[in-house]
């Protein structure tokens, strides 16, 4: 190849790698006022919600964090039953209250149960009957389940509360149904823990309202109106350290806006924004509004702000009746048996062996590093950008968490491995007297079919494996599945081109590539 076309390909290839870098790893505000947001894929890719999880052989954590359980209104724990039965001192009201609930019951073995209260008619002798919660009466049917309506109305909260604790894109965030009726919400401890448990259970109507108070506030919504007449959606942003909840109106809601706030300036009042019972947004409006978007600062951070406007966004389009609400267990804190900052590790793990890989290259193989560097970043790049697009077309179920992390790993160790090889290769046939066309050649030509033949063994158990697995050993074996195929085009094909670019660009080939003749003696 000749310099010139050599440089050409050498510049948009290190373009392209520097655009996939800037693509994966940086996020920015742009726009007026700074209200738009470019996200990195990083920043989408989808994190493993298990961490933090509770395995099902044992108390074991993946990942440190918070968690507390949402109770439906209506639905309370056994304790919560006892201790409210036990505070109560009137004959009367104690059974009114045990009218009120209808306890409702787990069966199994008896040595798989914590505490055994009876027997129940009819079962078998292995079997017991307690109870797991207190449901009242009147979200049962007549045969004591759950009536329709209940079902329905708690499967529409969870899909919400999904979408909020997702929206979080935190590594230790998950949503998981226990005991049938009730939610168990997890955030890691990098979360805005407490906050984002606190708001994310709050359900009810969507409001806004403005008025000198809170009792006396217009509301926006009209009797046959519905507050999606007026408000588009709710997002978050953030600009020069400043955090804000942006507030999009319609065409009507920014005529209802304009007409609130006209007198502002003489007659100053506030806005609220209300969700339940809940006045999440109370905001004192001193001149007249007419936009069709509103910013709102004051004291939020971007996790707050982000927190905020998740619950208000999902409330505004998650179609839950009015009627239902959660209320919040006490949360408790979860320790990682890798310890709470083990994403971090991760990130100083691969850090460590990427400065040692370079390292290595580097010394052995002087100038020729650059190839190996250049082929590992794309082929790196590559791989985030697939473990983010794959998913995002619906095409896979994939996130980045502990498997993908170790498929990620043993993928770049058989790229190095392979390209070490190569490398070897044509150093032997150099050393032998070839020219260094030749000897890249003669090299690449032994070791083709060898190389081949791993990649395409370890592929095939690989994706094997995702076809037959578990989530969990699946997510390891996709992403090495893909690792591998790449590692295989990478190494075959693109490792041999940078090769040809940056060894027509050097005068001594030898000394580029750090290789030397064999000296033999005359006899």
């Not at 590790?345 to 052995?364: E, G, H, K, S």
Request: hydrophobic content about 45%; some cysteine; aromatic content about 14%.
């Amino acid at each position: 190849m000749g310099k010139i076309k050599s440089t050409v390909a050498l510049i948009l290839a290190t373009i392209l790698i520097v655009g996939l870098c800037f693509m994966c790893t940086v996020s920015f505000s742009y726009g007026t006022d700074g209200m738009h947001t470019f996200n990195s894929v990083v920043s989408m890719l989808q994190k493993d919600y298990r961490f933090g999880d509770t395995l099902a052989d044992g108390e074991t954590y993946l990942g440190g964090g918070y968690t507390a359980v949402y109770y439906p209104e209506g639905v309370i724990s056994v304790q919560e039953y006892k201790d409210n039965l036990d505070a109560l001192t009137d004959a009367d009201e104690v059974e009114e209250y045990e009218e009120k609930y209808k306890p409702y019951p787990v069966t199994g073995k008896i040595e798989d149960q914590l505490v055994p209260e009876k027997a129940e008619e009819g079962k078998n002798e292995q079997s017991i009957w307690m109870p797991r919660l207190y449901i009242e009466k009147e979200k049962l049917d007549e045969n004591g389940d759950p009536t329709e309506a209940f079902k329905a109305e708690f499967g529409k909260a969870v899909a919400v509360l999904r979408e909020r604790v997702g929206g979080l894109r935190d590594e230790g965030a998950r949503v998981a149904v226990r005991d049938d009726y009730t939610v168990e919400v997890s955030v890691s401890s990098l979360a805005p823990a407490s906050l984002a448990l606190t708001y994310f259970s709050y359900f009810g109507g969507l409001d806004i309202a403005y008025g000198s108070d809170e009792a006396s506030a217009e509301s926006m919504v009209g009797k046959k109106e519905t507050i999606g007449d007026y408000v588009t959606g709710f997002s978050s942003a953030s600009r020069g350290g400043t955090a804000y909840v942006q507030i999009n109106f319609t065409d009507a809601g920014k005529q209802k806006l304009t007409a609130w706030t006209a007198d502002a300036a003489e007659n100053g009042a506030t806005l609220y924004v209300n969700l339940g019972d809940q006045h999440l947004i109370s905001l004192t409006v001193s001149s007249a509004i007419t936009d069709g978007t509103l910013y709102i600062s004051g004291s939020y951070t971007a996790d707050s702000a982000r927190v905020m406007a998740l619950t208000l966004d999902t409330a505004l389009k998650g179609g839950v009746s009015e009627d239902f609400t959660f209320t919040v267990g006490n949360a408790y804190r979860t320790e990682g048996s890798l310890g709470d900052g083990y994403v971090v590790d991760l990130y100083i793990i691969f850090a460590f062996v990427f400065v040692a890989m370079l390292v290595v290259f580097f010394v052995r193989y002087r100038a020729l590093g650059f190839v190996h560097l250049y082929t590992f970043l794309l082929w790196f790049f590559l791989m985030i950008v697939l473990l983010w697009g794959l998913p995002a077309l619906g095409l896979v179920s994939l996130h980045l968490g502990i498997e993908s992390f170790f498929a990620l790993m043993f993928g770049a160790l058989l790229l190095s491995v392979c390209n070490a090889v190569s490398f070897e290769s044509a150093r032997k046939d150099y050393a032998n007297g070839k020219t260094m066309a030749a000897s890249v050649k003669a090299g690449y030509k032994r070791i083709f079919l060898p190389v081949l033949d791993v990649h395409v063994i370890l592929a095939l158990f690989a994706f094997i494996t995702y076809f037959i697995a578990l989530t969990e050993l699946s997510v390891f074996a996709f992403t090495l599945g893909l690792g591998v195929v790449l590692s295989a085009l990478c190494t075959l094909a693109v490792n041999r081109f940078f090769w040809a670019c940056m060894m027509s660009l050097s005068k001594d080939q030898g000394k580029f590539c750090h290789f030397k003749r064999e000296e033999t003696e005359d006899d």
